[in-house]
């Protein structure tokens, strides 16, 4: 294995404990991962040595408040090498920050007859900002349609975008189907047409080497709970001449520059889109995240979840009856293994799998138009990260078969 | 209570959950299908996990004449949808309301209802120990009470 896993697993308490008298195997890490000490630890210390509000505070616990804050962006830009911390906005999540350039750039630049692309595979935090935005401006929102085996149907790359297409927005890894999209070649396809591009990267940052340069995006989203950060802390990246040009998103404290009885003027980046106190803590903590992820390379960790994604993909296959979603090449997809099994349906499966300390996702995924493409009410979900071990898979596996069997009595 | 005998209830509760009545609604449903000219009918959708049950209600003199329903969804739904067919065929209006209030009621795990006293659908009340499953357990029955509703009966 590229990771020493044992050793990573003792960072993460919550791995010690038992489910039903099982030790817990945790495949649900495409709906939030679980958190290492570290990041608890930078929770903890915040709180009981320096906790303030930032950015006005005169006094020490402030100013060491405000410096620890300001280096948490520092280090998120320099993880997705992004051009400068001031292109960092943090939101609450992936949701809020895809809303916030439908909110802001969307309503300024989105015109009755204009186009909004999406794909077939929109987790519905990258769908309904985009419908809401449309019907609201009359503009209309098509989407690419998915291949045999789930990736995106791009023959006609060139001809991907209409001289009406204002934003194309897709995510870079499918949360259901484990699908990585070729972001790369579909910005520089945007570019050439004038239109912008965001990826929800929420299943991209936390599994993958992200560089929005390399990219050429317009936006990146993405949210810190998904990559052993605490829940509560969401990151938008938008290129800064953009962001320069939006109007903010919320208004409120720490966002304005000079407030009078008549108005009001912005302030600078990226604190024109972060009205009232943010997250402080848990930024923090999510610094500390960053710090884990990049001490072991998310070289590393890519090559964890192929490693242990190919093995997943091999035990699962030789289930009689077993359905999996996706590209069958583990190189073209995140660590996310989607799969219907027998006549079971994915809540009862993951019910049974449960006693068995077997923790997945069952059910549509926040992908119901996707759903009903596959032709399938839901799907059953393990996903992996850098504590998960081959021993697992075989634990899901042997679950999977005491779950037929106990079905079949 | 050791350890040990925790994970055995726990094992229980699992065979609680899925009884073999459950299972059986569940392979060999009843009154699955469409009704030719139903007085009422009502398409319910459980969001958070997908599950699909329309109920088709035929009345006749405040009673159920006839009733059937389909759908797509887990165990739980699906068969708790079979129960209730058989539950209200043949049954008055008022009492298939007070049927699906006492249900609910069990559901709900409120003490005034005695499990035993709402026949084989005592077997859905192991799904209280599984709060995210209990919405699948009562799909059907709110489905009767919205086409109903819907209908004016």
Redo the contacts between chains.
Sequence with gaps: MTLDVQRIREDFPILERQVYGKPLVYLDNAATSQKPRQVIDALVDYYENYNANIHRAVHCLGEEATAAYEEARAKVAKFINAPSPESIIFTRNTTEAINLVAYTWGRANVREGDEILLTQMEHHSNLIPWQRLAAEKGASVRYIELTDSQTLALDGLENLFDARTRIAAMPHVSNSLGTINPVEKIAAEARRNGTLFLVDGAQGAPHLPVDVQAIGCDFYAFSAHKMLGPTGVGVLYGRPELLEEMEPFLGGGEMIRKVTYEGATWNDLPWKFEAGTPNIADVIAFGAAIDYLDHLGMENVREHEVEITDYALTRLSQLEGIVMYGPPDPRERGGVVSFNFGDLHPHDIGTVLDHHGVAIRAGHHCTQPLMRTLGVSGTARASFYVYNTPEEVDVLVEALEATRDFFKR | MS?RE??AR??AE?DE??KEII?DHYRNPRHRGSLASPSATHEGLNP?????VTVELLVEANRVADVAYKG?????SQSSASMMTEAINGKPLDEVKHLSEAFTAMMRGEESIDPESLGDLEALSGVRK?PV?VK?ATLAWHTVDEALEEAGL
């Design positions: 350890l925790e994970y726990q094992e699992l959950l899925y299972l958070l996990c997908g599950d699909e797509s969804g887990c165990s739980i599984f499953r699948c």
